[in-house]
């Protein structure tokens, strides 16, 4: 019965009961699918899918079905409303999961009455409870989907909560081994389970299902379809590529430039020093406090001779007592509660969030940062505290210009971003680089660098890193680092905390950014009484803060990483004109070999550099897999090697073992 659809341009519309569906073409070989009930409106938010696309969909209606094809993608539905994805060749790739009795004739048809596109409405408002059932194949392998701290690459079998906290970024696209590519395309708080029987996605508030579809015969043309929508991260600056410096906390000028200076004496290569939070009067002004910090145009006209870039951090946060809380809560900058006091975190004072889903609010945040910090010759930023960061994650609590958390918050770190990187294009800069904790789809065409958040300075934590940089690589951030040595903790005096650092160190060489960051023991004491000086200070965490013998490793990896700068510049622009990850799986680069869909303690820097980091402390050798099809050679001794086989490499602890790819 062919009246359950019809076309409108290049549109596939389906219609039953009280619910529409779209169906269209929507970047190369993909398609976008939208759903509503009850007149709800599918044409408000774009969403992750902001980027010009110009596709035409090829649809055919007849015998209770309807299909629509763009490129390698053929969308299906049925009578019954059910949407099938196949491939070019005809392969199934991924189809809802339903059970009623809609589905007369077929696997489905079933007692149960569960519906693939479950909208549950929640009594009194014009929202849905919102559940997308698929089937599942137990064997399928999915990739992406952001930052979790979990040791797992392939995520089959995984829940993942549908939401930003410190140290996890929601960034909800997947890649599968079956040869599609899957965002959805909702910023609502939720969660997903990869199931052995179904997968199930849900969004506990929304008003419209939205999610799209994309096929490829390989990983990489999978991920560049979803760049092409989603967009791409501009070209990165050259000082992003060397080494850069940091800590919990220089607390003033002088301490500052005398790290800076003695980078320069050593003559150890030093591209981007940081100062870190509470340098600032109180949260929310956004400027130096002069107590500390008398002449930042000094330091920092100091700093570009000695061909160093300054990068400060800003949180979002806003003090009550800030010189600019009266007039931003006057004027709705700021995140609201829906009950109890407007105050959404409470670390060194009583604030709450400048709401960055409200434009009006990025303008005058930027105005701020433009004029305290900008015009000195800062041109990178520190956006910290990017989920944002609630003292309780409450967040049926919180409302936005945009809408509910519940609804919306996942977009907060994205907005975040655009407020630094519109505010940065305005004055005509190109090259855009700002380090955030979070991210969600799409941060990336706004300059977004993502670290891992305040993790645990352990063997454990590195290892959940590896996982979740791959991952956020797959998930489309192609610029991701880590705190090196990890945040919280670590004594430089201790033997076990300097090999943790060492070999967290030489994984960094050859991550997209090399930063040391960290919260080091003991803590020091506070220079001050007034403004920031009541937050502390963590021990140093220079390179010569842990030995000599650390030193002198700390030295050789920073002399590779300046070897690299040329080839981390190729990487670099390939993320930029396709949107390629930097660090990579290896099935990326090698899909052919089942072996690489296996391995997930290895990566690819690029398409010519295997890195296998060491991370179990006293190891001294590890096992690496060298994928077939080309020859390999140790980085430093040359040494050749077969591909296809399995090799027990030697580690020492001067060494990570990387191989070169051998054409």
Known sequence: MDHFFKTEGNRLIYRCDSETMYVEAWGPNALRIRAARMGQSLLEQDWALSEPHTEQAEIELGNGRASIRNGKIRGEITESGKMIFYNQDGKLLLEEFAR????????????????????????????????????????????????YQQPFLNLKGCTLELAQRNSQASVP?????????????????????????????????????????????????????????????????????????????????EELLGVAREYKRRGIPLDVIVIDFFHWPKQGDWKFDETYWPDPDGMIRELKEMGIELMVSVWPTVDRQSENYAEMRQKGYLIRSDRGPQISMDFFGNTAFYD???????????????????????????????????SAYDYDNYRYHLGSDLQVGNLYPLMYAKTFFDGLKSNGQQEILNLLRCAWAGSQKYGALVWSGDIASSFESMRNQLAAGLNMGIAGIPWWTTDIGGFHGGDPRKEEFRELLVRWFEW???????????????????????????????????????????????????GIREELRPYTARLMKEAHEKGTP??????????????????????????????????????????????????????????????????????????????????
């Open 582 to 663: 930097v660090m990579r799986t290896l099935f990326y680069e090698f899909p052919e070999d089942p072996h690489c869909w296996k391995e997930e303690t290895e990566y690819c820097y690029g398409p010519d550099l295997l890195v296998a980091p060491v991370m179990e402390a006293g190891q001294r050798s590890r096992t690496v897999y060298l994928p077939a099809g080309s020859e390999w050679e140790d980085y430093e001794t040359g040494q050749r090697y077969a591909g296809g086989n399995t090799y027990e490499v030697d580690a020492p602890i001067d060494k990570i073992p990387v191989f070169k790819r051998v054409r």
């Open 356 to 390: 960055a889903t409200n434009p009006e609010a990025r303008e005058y945040v930027w105005s701020k940062v433009e004029q305290n910090y900008y015009h000195k010759g800062i041109r990178t930023y520190w956006l910290d505290v990017a989920e944002p960061e609630y």
């Open 508 to 558: 960094g060489a050859f991550c997209p950014v090399m930063r040391l960051h960290g919260d080091r023991e003991p803590r020091q004491p506070k220079v001050g009484t007034t403004g920031g000086a009541d937050c502390c200070s963590g021990a140093p965490n220079e390179v010569w803060s842990y030995g000599e013998e650390v030193y002198e490793i700390c030295r050789k990896y920073i």
């Open 173 to 253: 696209f997947l890649l599968s081994d079956q040869g599609y590519g899957f965002l959805w395309n909702n910023p609502a708080i939720g969660n997903v389970f990869f199931g052995k029987n179904l997968t199930e996605w849900k969004a506990f508030s929304t008003k419209c299902l939205d999610y799209w579809v994309t096929a490829g015969d390989t990983p990489a043309e999978i991920e560049e379809a979803y760049a092409a929508v989603t967009g791409k991260a501009p070209l990165m600056p050259d000082y992003g590529m060397g080494f850069w410096q940091c800590k919990l906390r220089y607390q003033t000028q």
């Open 100 to 147: 009623n009795r809609k589905n007369l004739f077929s696997k489905d048809c079933s007692a149960l009455e569960i519906e693939g596109r479950e909208m549950r409405p929640i009594p009194g408002t014009e929202s849905y409870a919102l559940t997308a059932r698929f089937e599942s194949n137990p064997d399928e392998k999915l990739y992406g989907m952001g930052q």
